[in-house]
C-alpha cells in the first residue's frame, strides 16, 4: 500500500462520540485525501491538504474535521459520531495538487472500517 | 452534473475466460480515465490512465479502450485469475481553469471461479 498505514484498521463506536481516524505515510507525498466509501456510492472526497496545516474541504465534509500537523501525518476526526458516518474511509497520498487531482496516480492505504452503532 | 456509470455491477466468470467490463462517463471536461482495481479489504490501486488522445493501454492482461467521442471505456481482461477477483473502479479526472476533481465510479465486483 505504497507507504501508507491507516489507524485504527478498524472501530465500532457509539453515537455521539469523537472518534480519531489517523493516516500515516512514509512517501514525502505533498498532498493527501480522505476519502468514505459506501455501497451504492463511489468514493467521495471527504478533505484534503496542500502540506502542513494547509487544508480544504472536499464534497462530504459535513460533520467532519481534518490536520495535518506534519507532512506524514494526516488525521480525519468526527466531531460527534453519528450512524450515517458508518462507512470505509481511505486516505490517499499523491504528487497530484488537489486543484487537478488527475494528474498523477492517486495511492490509497488500506482503510478503516468504522461503524457508529 | 458529471457522472460515471459502471456496468455490469457484478460478474462471475470461470477461471481463463475473458471478459470485459464499461464504464460510461458524462464529465466535462475530460482530463483522463483511471481504472483502478480493489481487492477485498484493500485501498484501490491503479491499472491504466488514459488521456484524450489514447485510445487504448495495456497493463499485463488487463486492456483499457478511451471511446472519447461516446464517451466510453472498456477494461478487458484476458485469461482470468482467480486474482483477479475484485472490485474494478473507472475514475474521470475533469478539469477546467478553475480547478480539477476526481469523479468515481461504484465499481464492478468480479469474481473470479475455478
Known amino acids: 500500500d505504497a507507504g501508507i498505514t491507516q489507524s485504527p484498521r478498524h472501530k465500532v463506536t457509539e453515537t455521539g462520540t469523537p472518534v480519531t481516524l489517523r493516516c500515516h505515510q512514509t512517501?514525502?507525498?505533498?498532498?493527501m485525501y480522505w476519502y468514505r466509501q459506501d455501497p451504492g456510492h463511489g468514493l467521495r472526497l471527504i478533505h484534503y491538504?496542500?502540506?502542513?496545516?494547509?487544508?480544504d474541504k472536499g464534497e462530504v465534509s459535513d460533520g467532519y474535521s481534518v490536520s495535518r500537523s506534519k507532512t506524514e501525518d494526516f488525521l480525519l476526526t468526527l466531531e460527534s459520531a453519528t450512524s450515517s458516518q458508518t462507512s470505509v474511509y481511505f486516505c490517499?497520498?499523491?504528487?497530484?495538487?488537489?486543484?487537478?487531482?488527475?494528474?498523477?496516480?492517486?495511492?490509497f492505504g488500506p482503510g478503516t472500517r468504522l461503524t457508529v452503532t | 452534473k458529471n457522472q460515471v456509470e459502471q456496468s455490469p455491477q457484478s460478474l462471475i466468470i470461470l477461471e481463463g475466460k475473458n471478459c470485459t467490463l464499461q464504464?460510461?462517463?458524462?464529465?466535462?471536461?475530460?482530463?483522463?480515465l483511471r481504472w483502478y482495481k480493489q481487492d477485498t479489504g484493500r485501498g484501490p490501486v491503479s491499472l491504466t490512465i488514459?488521456?484524450?488522445?489514447?485510445n487504448t493501454k495495456s497493463n499485463g492482461r488487463y486492456t483499457a479502450t478511451l471511446d472519447a467521442d461516446t464517451k466510453q471505456s472498456s477494461l478487458h481482461i484476458t485469461a482470468s485469475q482467480l486474482s483477479d477477483s475484485a472490485s474494478y473502479i473507472c475514475?474521470?479526472?475533469?478539469?477546467?481553469?478553475?480547478?480539477?476533481?476526481?469523479?468515481f465510479g461504484q465499481g464492478t465486483e468480479l469474481s473470479v471461479k475455478p
Open positions: 490517499a497520498i499523491s504528487e497530484s495538487n488537489p486543484r487537478d487531482p488527475g494528474s498523477y496516480e492517486q495511492y
Open positions: 512517501e514525502n507525498h505533498r498532498y
Open positions: 491538504s496542500y502540506g502542513v496545516k494547509d487544508t
Open positions: 464504464c460510461n462517463y458524462t464529465v466535462s471536461p475530460f482530463s483522463n
Open positions: 488514459m488521456t484524450f488522445s489514447e
Open positions: 475514475v474521470v479526472s475533469a478539469l477546467n481553469n478553475q480547478g480539477g476533481k476526481l469523479i
